[in-house]
Each structure stands twice: as C-alpha cells, then as structure tokens.
C-alpha cells in the first residue's frame, strides 16, 4: 500500500507470519543505516529512571523533613501569603525571612495553591537577605508554572536559574529539562542544557540525556536529536529503553519510516518492546494513513499479551473514519468495548459522523440508540448531524422521532440549532417550500401547523433566530424565488430581527443578478442603517451590474463610494464594461471610463486597457491605439504578451507591419516573450503587404527562439508564396510541415488548393483535393467553383463535371441568392455546351440537383472568388 509519504511500506519488515512462535512475534526489521549506538553499554533499569521521575526536586532522597520550628514558619508564611495579603510588608514576615532556608521555601511552594500567589512568594524569598534558591526551589517553581501552562514566566525562571549560577544535580536539571519540553519549550531546553554544561554547572549523566531527548522528540528536529545522542555515546553514556523511545517518537513525528525501522530493530534486539513502544507506531501509522498496519500491530500486542490503552484505541478509531474506513473503525470500537473501556461522548459523535458520511443511516441510529441506553445523553451536535442526513435521504418519520426527543433533553438554545439544522436539510434537499411553512409556525403562525405535522410536533416554543430566517431566504433566492425571498427578509426586519452581511449581500447579488439594481440599493441602504458596513463583496454585486447595463456614469460615482471604503472594484466587472462599449463602438467612452477610474485612485489591470486598444483598432483608430499604448507604458505598466499581440495585430491589420516588428525587436529587448500568435500575427502581416521574404525570415526567427511552427503558421506562409507566385516554395513549406508531424487541417487544405489554381496548377490541386475529401474534410464552395472553372476554361470539360457531381451530392450548389451563384451558372452552362458533358448536365437537371440553365450572358459573372477568412 502506497503511504502518504509517498513510498510504499513493506510489512513484511513490521510484521511476520502469524504461524511462528508467539515469542518471535515480534517484528524483524532489516537492519540497514543504523544508527551508532555502543552495543556494550550498560542498560539503567526501568527503576532508575522511575526514581528519577518520582523524585523531581526535593533536596534528598526521601519527601523534604523540617523540624517543628521551620514547620511553624512554613504555616506562617503560608497563612500570610495565602489569606493576609496585608501582612506582607509587616516586621513579622521580615522576622521570618531571617529564618528562610531552602527546605523551608520548598515545602511553603508545596502548600500553595494559587501559581500567581506562589510566583510572588519565590520572589520574595529570592530578595531576603542570606537566602539563595537552590536547584530544588527553582524545581519547585518550575513544576507549578508547568502545570498552570505558564510558559512564559518558566521560560524567565529557567533562564534565572542559569544566570544565578546554581549548581545542579543531574536529576535537578533533568527535571527542569521535562517541565520546558512538558509545556513544548524545546528550544528553551536545548539552550538551558547547553548553558549549565559551559557553565559547569552541572555534568550531564545518562537520565539528564533521557529527559533532554524526550523534550527534543515533541518536535520534528530530527539532526539535533541525533546530534545530542551522539553526544550523549561520546561522554560514555550507552543508550536505554528511554533513551531510543524518544528518538523512535521524532523519527515517527518526521515521518522518517527507514529510521523508524531502525530504531525499533535495536529497541525489539534488546528486548524493550512494551504497550508504550507499540502505541507510538501505531499513532503514527494512523496519521501516515497506514490504518490497516495499525490494525496488525494490534493484533501482534494481543498475542504478545501487551494491553491496550484507552488513548491509543481512541486514536486509530478517529484515524479509520478519518480515512472512511468506518466499518475497520466499528470492529476496533467493539475491541474496546470488549476490553472493558467505556466509549464516551466524542467517540459516539466520530463513529456517528461517519456512518452518516458513508450514508449508512440505519447504522448512524442504532449507534445513537445504544448510546443512551448506556446512559451518555447526546448533545446538539449529534442530533444535528443525525437530522440533516435523515433530511437529505428524505426521512422525515426519523427526524420527527429526533425533534421530540430533543425537545425534551435539550434547552432552548439547543433546540433552535435542532429545528435550523432541520430547515437546512430541508432546503437542501429541495424541499424550501415546506421549510417555509415550518419557519411560519416557528413564528407563531397556528394557520399552518397542520401543514408540518409530518416534520414535527412542537411542544415547546421555540422562536426563530436570525439563521432560521437566513437559511430560508437562501433556499428561496437558490430556487430563483427571489420575490419569496424579499419578503420574508421584510417579515424578518419586522419582528426585530437585524439580519446579518451574509444575507444583506445575498440578498443584494441576487437581485442586482436578477438586473434589478434599484432594490439592490434600497437593501444597500437598509443594511447600513441597520448598521452593517457593506463588504468588498457588496459594492461590486452593485458595480457588476452597472457593469453589464453599461451604465457609466453610476458606475463611477459608485467606484468612489467603494474608494472611501476601501473596497477594490473586480476587474471581471470593469473589463466586462469596456468590452461591451466597445463592441458598441463606443470605444472612446471606454477610455474615459478607464481614466475615470484612475483618478479616482485604482488603476486598471492591463487586460482592461488592451480590449479599449483592441476596440481603437476596430474603429482604424490606429494611432489613439498606440498613443494608448504608449501611455499605460508611460504610468509604468509592464504589458504582458495579449498586450502586445493585440498592438501588433493592429499595425498588421492598418498594412503598417515594419511598425509590429519594431514591436516585436521591443518585446524581446524588454524580457518579454514573444508566443507562437505573435509570430504568426506578423507572419500573416507580411503575407498579406506581400513581402514574403520578410515572412520566411520571420519564420526563421520563430524557430530560432524555440516557438514551435503551427498549422496556422504554415497555411499562413503557403498561401502567401502562392499569391507571390511561388507554387513550388508553397509545396516545399507543405512537405516540410507534415515531415514535423503537424497536421494539415481543412484550412491548410484550402489555402493550398486555392493557390495552386491561382499559379495555374489544378491539375496537382485536384491531388491534394481528393487527399482533403480521403480525410473527411469537406471542401468549401469556392474551393469546388474555383476547380470547375479552371477546368472549364482549360477545355477539360471531364473533370469540371466530376468536381460538379461531387459538390451537388455535398450540397455545396450555391443558391440564386448568394453572389457565387452567376459564376457556377456561367460554369453549367458551358458544360451543357460541350458534347462530351451536355447530357451529364441534363441528368442533373432532370434530377433536380441542378437549377434550369437560362440566359447568363446579361449576369454579371466574375472570375474565380477569392476564399473566405
């Protein structure tokens, strides 16, 4: 199974077959990139390191003993600092300062309840005179701070601690070192240990190692983990079951599965495996997604007869639904069950969740019923969740079971997230009208109680919030009811409700969406006086649809509306605006509309000012175009390459192509890079000013900076050598396009076609005109008139009269109305002319696939047409 790091886990690694001998059942890594670890050094028992923990900081080995006379001075202080705030400053507490010593201090800190009291007592006692905290007292303090989450002031204490130069015993520092990495200070652990070792504070052993690698291992650090356990093998100290622990756990946290394998090989060698070692692997598998792995070392723990804890079987089921795998999460649920664990409420809710999920409704209930026959009483949450899923599978009988149930465990806060939850689901699954009428006896409308009773039945009064109304007007706009939905928002505003900007600005998008931008105003208004300040969102619903009416000027007074409040107009908008204007040639209202907008302090994207170009183009506005141009280069726009192609196509459309070059030689000067349309743009402009050479030479260009040639590009240039009279450069350029495997289309086909008839060569168009029709690519109409009359007027009548029959069985005839219709006359009636052709022309007649031949000699027939664009 590919795991979420990418690489496939081999399990055969973890785990081996379940035939071998229970005592072998534990994995069997290969041992491959190792880590350095002395295979001869001593192990410290399991009973060292817990006499470590059990021991943090007292000053000897046994709980701190205090005469009778130091006990009265620790009642003392206590009494004061604790219940006589105003004794503080007196002589007494001055008096029993002088009779201060550390054991003294650390039983007083111990009877404290408050941290804040206690962090005022240390104090204290640090400035009495001939008194000096002791690697215990700073413990002491430490382990409160620790455990109220102070972090900051643990942070100042141990760094105190270290300036005050105290001496420590390795087990004092340890301590010190577990209660940063307790409350995540790893980098504060690290600095402390670094400094009390420079110091010579204190000379680390293996425990203090243990406790500093334990810290480390909460992180992802894994080079500094191994950096301090080589230190640690280098100052003689050999690794234990807790020195590796905590390495295999930031191997786990980095992902690092190789390391981890080899980490647990040495730990599974030395005989150290336990529930605790099991646990971390398995947490970690979970979160890689690896949950069926999980599942295995499961069982391997049950045969190794190593108990399960609750934590972790709560973990893997939240990893199995987490990776739907609900069913594998139900069978780990009944495991737990069966160990004697009590599953509580969270754990209910993710199994429900998921079964909802997966829709396995049925399930999802069944669970929900078995949790309150154990006594757990659901909350809001997991009837919710149950009420929206039956609501979109359409089962109403259940929801209505659900309802009344919450009516009876739940307060009224409670209920009304029910009854939205259940106008939610109904709006969701389509059902906004019956959603409606539920929301109206919400509201207190007794008329139409019977209406909902199938959803239903209220027994408590539950009145609707600003999100049941929300939820309704949503389902009425989605359902285009937008009407609906404008009333009830007013029946909403009426009854006190306020609203929120959620459902100001739906509200207002709909029916600026619907063009009715007035209302949209008026709401505009009502929200403010409401006292919403309208969104980003807002403004441009308004100014999308000015936007789309071409309404300008209100668009602009609306734009310095949003520039007071700092909202910036969409460019979607705008750019929509002076595309529309100028599709209406009113391309010089476009630009005021833009400089509109830049003095009012937003400057407009570069795709808005090349559509007004593109619009100056349309109009042979060439040169306000190119001083448009040079303007927004001016304001210190760097124009993208649509910028430039559209400039170029301009100048090659007003037969001013040495302009568009110059361009080009710009656009490369500047960093920007040419595409394969900008070439072609000025390919096609010197065709058509025909200077071919010039194109050819562009062609040589486009390939030099690595632009591959198009077919485009090609049928540009063949038609171009054909007008040049170049009909053999033209089928050159051909053979050489299909050699690169770019495949001639059907306006390759025509271009060609059409140029070979104009250099007086049909007898090898008429070749590549069978080779269009053997790919299915049917010939225009003037590709089929432009052969016949060649032939015609070469007196082969013969193949004029076989590209007839092909065009008429196409339906490619011309009607009377079109302009090609006197040249396929004149062509007809030549052909009926000719003996060899006349009756072929008369079938077709007689057929009807032909018109009646009459009189063309007053037609204006003209030559062959020239293609279409």
């Known amino acids: 199974m590919a795991s979420k790091l990418g690489r496939t886990i081999n399990t055969s690694k973890l785990f081996p077959p379940k035939t071998l001998n229970p005592c072998h059942l534990i994995p069997s890594f290969v041992h491959k990139k190792k880590i350095s670890i002395n295979e001869h050094s001593p192990f410290f028992p399991e009973s060292n390191i817990y006499t470590e923990f059990s021991r943090p900081y007292h000053s000897s080995e046994d709980a701190v003993s205090i005469h009778s006379d130091s006990t009265t001075v620790v009642e003392e202080l206590t009494a004061i600092f604790t219940n006589q705030p105003l004794l503080r400053t007196s002589e007494e507490l001055t008096t029993l300062g002088t009779k201060l010593n550390t054991e003294t201090v650390e039983s007083v800190l111990k009877g404290l309840k408050s941290w804040r009291i206690a962090y005022e007592f240390f104090s204290w006692a640090a400035d009495q005179d001939g008194y000096r905290h002791n690697c215990y007292t700073y413990n002491a303090m430490a382990s409160i701070l620790s455990r109220a989450k102070q972090t900051a002031k643990l942070k100042i204490l141990a760094r105190d601690m270290v300036n005050s130069r105290c001496p420590m015993t390795p087990g004092a520092l340890g301590f010190l070192i577990r209660c940063l990495g307790s409350q995540g200070l790893v980098d504060e652990a690290n600095y402390i240990f670094d400094q009390v070792k420079m110091m010579g504070l204190c000379f680390p052993n293996s425990y203090t190692y243990n406790c500093l690698l334990e810290a480390l291992s909460k992180s992802t650090s894994v080079d500094l983990v191994e950096k301090r356990l080589r230190e640690m093998q280098n100052s003689g100290f050999g690794p234990d079951k807790f020195t590796l622990t905590p390495v295999l756990r930031v191997y786990c946290n980095a992902g690092k599965f190789e390391k981890v394998l080899d980490v647990f090989n040495q730990i599974r060698d030395r005989g150290w495996i336990d529930g605790h070692i099991f646990t971390i692997l398995m947490i970690s598998f979970s979160k890689w997604g690896e949950v069926d792995k999980a599942m295995e070392l499961i069982e391997r723990m049950e045969d190794l007869n190593i108990s399960l804890n609750e934590k972790t079987l709560c973990v893997l089921i939240h990893g199995f639904v987490r990776e739907s795998r609900v069913e594998k999460a139900l069978h780990l649920f009944d495991k737990m069950r069966k160990l004697g664990f009590k599953p509580d409420l969270p754990l209910y809710d993710v199994l429900i969740r998921g079964l909802c999920q997966k829709k396995e409704l049925r399930k999802a209930l069944n669970l929900y019923m078995e949790m309150k026959d154990s006594g757990i009483l659901p909350d809001v949450s997991i009837i919710s969740k149950l009420i929206s899923s039956l609501c979109g599978e359409g089962d109403l009988a259940s929801t209505k079971i ?124 009502e929200m403010k006086k409401s006292g919403f300040k309208p969104t980003q969102f807002t403004h441009n619903s308004i100014f999308g649809c000015f936007c789309r009416r071409e309404d300008v000027s209100r668009a602009i007074d609306l734009v310095r509306e949003m520039r007071e409040n700092g909202h910036e107009p969409w460019i979607k908008y705008y750019s929509l605006l002076v595309k529309q204007l100028c599709i209406h040639g009113k391309v010089i209202e476009a630009s005021d509309f833009l400089n509109n907008m830049v003095q009012e302090g937003f400057l407009p994207e570069i795709i808005a000012y090349s559509i007004v170009m593109d619009g100056f183009f349309k109009i042979q506005g060439v040169d306000k175009a190119t001083k448009l141009f040079r303007d927004i280069c001016g304001r210190g726009y760097c124009p993208d390459v649509i910028a430039y192609n559209i400039l170029m196509n301009g100048l090659c459309k007003a037969r001013r192509v040495s302009e568009a070059q110059d361009v080009l030689n710009e656009m490369l000067e500047k960093g920007v890079v040419p595409s394969v349309v900008t070439y072609n743009i000025l390919i096609d402009g010197w065709c058509k000013t025909h200077e071919i050479d010039q194109a050819i030479l562009c062609l040589s260009k486009m390939v030099e900076k690595a632009r591959e040639p198009t077919v485009v590009t ?156």
């Open 714 to 869: 090609y049928s540009t240039l063949i038609d171009g050598l054909c007008n040049a009279g170049r009909p053999n450069d033209a089928l050159i350029l051909w053979n050489e396009m299909v050699k690169k495997g770019c495949s001639p289309n059907k306006i390759a086909y025509t271009a060609l076609i059409h140029g070979l008839i104009k250099c007086n060569k049909a007898d090898i168009a008429v070749v590549f005109f069978h080779e269009m029709k053997e790919k299915e690519m049917k010939p225009d109409r003037f590709v089929y008139l432009a052969l016949i009359n060649d032939f015609v007027s070469k007196g082969n009548s013969v193949l004029a009269l076989e590209v007839l029959k092909d065009m008429v069985t196409n339906e490619k005839f011309p009607s009377p109305l079109d302009k090609d219709y006197p040249l396929c006359i004149s062509a007809l009636h030549k052909l009926s002319e000719d003996v060899v052709t006349s009756s072929d022309v008369k079938n077709l007649i007689v057929q009807g696939l032909i018109p009646t031949i009459g009189n063309v000699s007053d037609m204006d027939v003209k030559s062959v047409v020239e293609p279409r664009d």
């Open 402 to 525: 659900l309802l009344e149930e919450g009516e009876q465990a739940l307060d009224a806060k409670a209920l009304i997230l029910l009854y939205n939850t259940l106008l939610d689901g109904l709006v969701n699954h389509g059902l906004v009208d019956k959603a409606y009428l539920l929301l109206r006896v919400m509201m207190g409308a007794e008329s139409v109680s019977e209406a909902v009773n199938d959803l239903v039945s209220i027994k408590k009064i539950v009145s609707p919030d600003c999100t049941s109304f929300s939820i309704v007007i949503d389902g009425f706009c989605n359902m285009g009811q937008l009407d609906s939905a404008l009333r009830l928002f007013w029946d909403m505003i009426r009854m006190g409700w306020k609203g929120n900007v959620l459902l100001y600005n739906n509200l207002i998008n709909e029916l600026c969406n619907a063009n009715r931008v007035d209302e949209g105003f008026e709401l505009l208004k």
